[in-house]
């Protein structure tokens, strides 16, 4: 399998990792040529959503990586690629609900970044996944999924809130996979 990983800010080199031991081809995009490649798999690393979000409108990345997702490529994101791809952002704990177009927009969901406050800004737990019981977590600044659209599957939930989803093409993360395995 072919994994290519936006690798324009944040732990992409963590997202490298967890794919090649799961013994996929890995590949960075770093560039528009990046995107010419064989492609099974779009993984979004966590890091820094505004800024990824910039950078990917400044290297021209962001509507072709956009229309490849739309036509259903399958894709993997967590935190900052969540909130990436979220349809609706509630910033910081002010309830506006914005859409600001570095956003991908494509996902059914309303997130709100930083949720966890400054106390509780990074933890580990232990929860159920996808059916799997004490699977490990790690928040980082994590965003929490305040919305969800019935279509989506929730994989996981914290405090009673998803933290990771199926939807269409989309498994998306509000913690690090890549950080326990
Ligand atoms: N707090 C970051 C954001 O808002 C996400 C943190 C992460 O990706 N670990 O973009």
Redesign the pocket.
Known sequence: MKVGVLAVQ?AFAEMETYWRKKGADVFEIRQLDDLERNMDQLALP?????VQGKLLKDLGLFNPIKARIVDGLPVFAT??GL?LLAEKIEDDGSRDETRPSQWFGVLPVTVR??AYGRQLGSFRTVGTFDGKTDVPMTF????AITKVSPEAKVLSTFNGEPTAIRWRNITAFTWHPELNT
Request: aromatic residues 0%.
């Open positions: 944040g966590g890091g820094e959503s505004t935190c900052a909130i970044r930083n980082i600044r994590a965003p």
